[in-house]
């Protein structure tokens, strides 16, 4: 991918300078190798540590969701004429424009509270996926030279190539570059595979319901409850989850694997026309849950029972947000 | 106390004999995660590992733990203990930062003043077998700011130490030595010796990460206002990973699950970085963002600990630092803090 870098930071200072954005979602180094991380900019000096790149992970729209709530609630005791409008700029490629759509087209916040940035995505580096390539190694030090990954390890030095170790999620990605955006820094990227993208549900859609039961059972089993897939994702954003809920307790706060299991299902049906594959949940969890396998199922559901994907139009209303007769409905008596 | 010398090889058998006597918790693998579990029939345990995913804790600490049990009767109430037993256990391989946390939460489940029976019923039952970190295993390993090392007998009562064509095995405790007849009748000898100080030393210098963990200790003690605890909370996301992965973290919630007449009583794990961490029942909280939460885990681990025990709360396994998502480092946390004037 060409290097953006020097444009997106110029773009930056230019909107904080002009006074067009007053916080700059974006990524930073970050302290381990090979890594990226989210940032905040606020000055014009501060702009020069942002970076772009295919180690940028997170989705950030769930920063800006969080900025403006936190700026919103701040100002409950201003008088209303006294309120002040913040606008957060946010560095945002394909996936988190869909995450920022989906927050307009839900009513959090005005389109002009918030200044998109939009970049092109090659698709990320993919931790799990890299660990596997590199032996498990521990990587002791690494750069990114182009769309090449140059690693030291423990166990030697070696180079990989991006595209060998992307995201399950981006390798399949239909809306890599920003559907919507108020500048477009970069060039367009290349469309990925997206003819394939259901090809794994497919399969697991044909095993029988032991067997799927067999996989949910193991996959939640490793769910530590920390809850940082709910963290991470943009889309859960109720100031109290129903996980929290206390009056009536829908879930334990224990290990019971039930109580577990029906988090994660809870969670997951949330996410009807409100996932974009942005990967960030898996990215995020610490012990390797499969939550992709069911968010693309609901994904794929989505599509051809209602004909849309979250996030990938503004005009185009969410499918739960819309009724029509000719919606289907027969599934619902006939699983 | 005794030492004595075993071939490498035997570690893995060793480690199967004791599983007919004893539960035995070690490293094993399932699918790329390394974790603690409780040995299976038959089930191979995992040493040649750098560390586990998530710390030890849970065998002393579990994650949810029943307290007591009730039943509501015509009668009235009819309350009943829960039975505490905890089964004669090994915890085979565990790295000298995770069995420095046993010394370290000992001081606060088995102190002067509180004695908790749970934890303490577990950990008298317990032989802890660490296994030193002859090469350091992380680049984020900063054990030697925070009163480890990588070879070293903290919280353990017996040592296991590779030295080339032979692991050392040291008996550091009373309860350690009484497994001794599982580790053969070769005593070590004056050289095994000088070649593990040796060892232990290079590894030492080994690690490379440091933080000033005790200089920030008197900056702490009057920076509880300071502006920079505005700084740091800005990409948390919130989630509890860092305290859940921690050996150190130990804070705890107490509910009553209920079903019908019957309730249990259940401790369990809380973590400072969640919203509803110390939230009062009137709906106030004292720590109303992740400011306060963050302050909270910092001042917690490097200075209330100190306060009250004389310890820092923190034994640089370099977990949270690896499992944050965010990439929150607690390293460049106390680094920044260092540099208040």
């Not at chain 2, 497994?179 to 009748?185: I, K, P, R, S």
């Not at chain 2, 970085?273 to 939230?279: A, D, E, I, N, V």
């Given at each position: 991918m060409e290097n953006i870098e020097s444009k997106l930071r110029e773009e930056a200072k230019r909107l904080l300078l002009e006074k067009r954005a007053d916080i700059i979602v974006g990524y930073e180094k970050g302290t381990l190798p090979l890594t990226a991380t989210p940032c905040f900019v606020s000055t014009e000096a501060e702009a020069d540590k942002l970076v772009y790149n295919e180690l940028c992970t997170q989705n950030l729209a769930k920063y800006v969701h969080d900025l403006i709530t936190a700026h919103k609630n701040s100002q409950k005791r201003v008088k209303p004429e006294d309120r002040k409008k913040k606008v957060i700029g946010v560095v945002a490629r394909g996936c988190t424009t869909r995450s920022l759509i989906i927050h307009l087209q839900e009513r959090q916040y005005e389109r002009d509270e918030v200044y998109i940035i939009g970049v092109p995505c090659e698709g990320y580096v993919d931790k799990k996926n890299l660990a596997k390539a590199l032996d498990s190694a521990e990587i002791i030090d690494g750069n990114l030279d182009g769309l090449q990954l140059k690693i030291k390890t423990a166990a030697g030095d070696k180079t990989i190539a991006v595209s060998d170790v992307i995201a399950p999620n981006c390798a399949v990605c239909r809306f890599n570059n920003p559907i919507i955006s108020d500048i477009m820094v970069g060039t367009p990227a290349p469309v990925k595979n997206p003819a394939t993208e259901y090809d794994k549900i497919s399969e697991f859609e044909k095993k029988d319901i032991a067997e799927r039961w067999d996989y949910f059972t193991k996959e939640m089993e490793k769910c530590i409850r920390c809850n940082a897939c709910r963290q991470a994702c943009p889309s859960c954003y109720c100031p109290t989850c129903f996980a929290e809920q206390s009056q009536p307790q829908w879930v334990g706060i224990g290990e019971d694997k039930s109580d577990t299991q029906v988090f994660q299902c809870m969670r997951l049906f949330h996410m009807v026309g409100r996932c974009v594959d942005c990967g960030s949940c898996i990215s995020v969890c610490p012990m390797g849950v499969d939550l992709r396998n069911y968010l693309k199922k609901i994904d794929k559901d989505c599509w051809e029972l209602f004909g849309t994907r979250a996030g990938s139009s503004m005009e185009e209303m969410p499918p739960l947000g819309k009724f029509s007769e000719q919606d289907k409905e027969d599934f619902i008596y006939n699983p | 106390m005794e030492k004595r010398l075993i071939k490498k090889n035997t570690l893995t058998g060793i480690a199967g004999k004791m599983a007919d006597e004893f539960k035995v918790w070690a490293p094993v693998k399932q699918e790329e995660n390394v974790i603690f579990s409780p040995l299976e029939k038959n089930e191979q345990p995992f040493f040649a590992y750098l560390n586990s995913k998530n710390a030890p804790k849970q065998i002393f600490f579990p994650h949810t733990e029943t307290l007591m049990k009730y039943t509501s009767t015509p009668k009235g109430m009819v309350f009943a203990a829960e039975e505490n037993k905890a089964d004669k256990t090994v915890l085979f391989g565990v790295r000298p930062c995770d069995a420095h946390s046993f010394a370290l939460l000992d001081m606060l489940f088995d102190q002067e003043k509180y004695k908790d029976q749970y934890y303490i019923n577990k950990r008298n039952n317990t032989t802890v077998i660490t296994l030193a970190c002859v090469e350091p295993?992380?680049?984020?390993?900063?054990c030697t700011s925070v009163d480890g090392e990588p070879v070293d007998d903290k919280g353990a009562d017996i040592l296991i130490t590779d030295i080339g064509d032979n692991y050392l095995v040291e008996f550091v405790t009373p309860k350690g030595e009484k497994?001794?007849?599982?580790?053969?009748?070769t005593k070590a000898d004056a050289a095994a010796e000088t070649k593990k100080k040796e060892i232990a030393e290079k590894a030492k210098q080994a690690i490379k990460s440091k933080i000033p963990a005790h200089e920030i200790k008197p900056i702490l003690d009057v920076n509880f206002e300071n502006p920079i605890w505005a700084t740091i909370h800005g990409k948390c996301l919130a989630c509890g990973t860092c305290t859940w992965m921690c050996p150190t973290c130990h804070c705890f919630d107490i509910s009553d699950e209920v079903k019908g007449n019957d309730g249990v009583r259940i401790r369990s794990w809380d973590s400072c970085?969640?919203?509803?961490?110390?939230?009062?029942t009137s709906g106030?909280?004292?720590?109303?963002?992740q400011k306060e939460r963050w302050r909270q885990r910092v001042m917690h681990k490097f200075k209330y600990y100190v306060d009250n025990?004389?310890?820092?709360?923190?034994?640089?396994?370099g977990r949270c630092v690896m499992s944050c998502p965010v990439n929150l480092d607690i390293r460049k946390v106390v680094e920044d803090i260092a540099k208040i004037k």
């Open positions: - | 295993p992380y680049a984020t390993c900063f497994l001794a007849n599982y580790f053969g009748e970085m969640f919203p509803l961490f110390t939230k009062e106030h909280n004292p720590r109303t963002s025990f004389n310890a820092i709360a923190c034994v640089g396994c």
